[in-house]
């Protein structure tokens, strides 16, 4: 919950410095949400494919994530970070905010990212695998 992140910010003495917010509901809100932030930060331990990392690239979001799941496959290189290195994070998120054409270019990139997954172009990419499949197989 929520509270156990509160209480390990007091604990570390960073309770000042972050907040934890509620949790979001499901589409409008959700993508008002990552709308209203200057990087979407995917910093997992452990991930599959994570959802509001795709939900970020079809709002072209700035987002930085770690090298787990299948986070590296849709982030460029630059923007992903080892799951353990905290300061790498920190400081790639410095020089994002320093450089906001930077923040530009990877936010069109992101969202050209995600037109590959709408359903016609993933509909596209499977009848194009069927149809290259041999007859007598």
């Known amino acids: 919950s929520r509270l156990r992140w509160i209480d390990m910010a007091q604990a570390y003495g960073v309770a000042h410095l972050v907040y934890f917010d509620d949790p979001r509901s499901a589409g409008k809100e959700m993508l008002d949400w990552i709308d209203s932030m200057d990087i979407l930060l995917v910093p997992s331990k452990t991930e599959g494919m994570p959802r509001v990392l795709l939900e970020g690239l079809s709002r072209a979001s700035v987002i930085v994530g770690s090298s787990v799941g299948d986070i590296p496959y ?25 450089n906001k054409s930077l923040m530009i270019e990877i936010a069109r990139t992101n969202f050209s990212i995600a037109q590959s997954f709408q359903i016609q172009n993933l509909s596209d990419k499977r009848n194009n695998f069927i149809k290259g499949i041999p007859k007598d197989a």
């Open 74 to 98: 849709l982030l460029d290189a630059n923007e992903v970070v080892d799951k353990h290195d905290w300061q790498t994070l920190a400081r790639r998120v410095s020089e994002l905010l320093d």
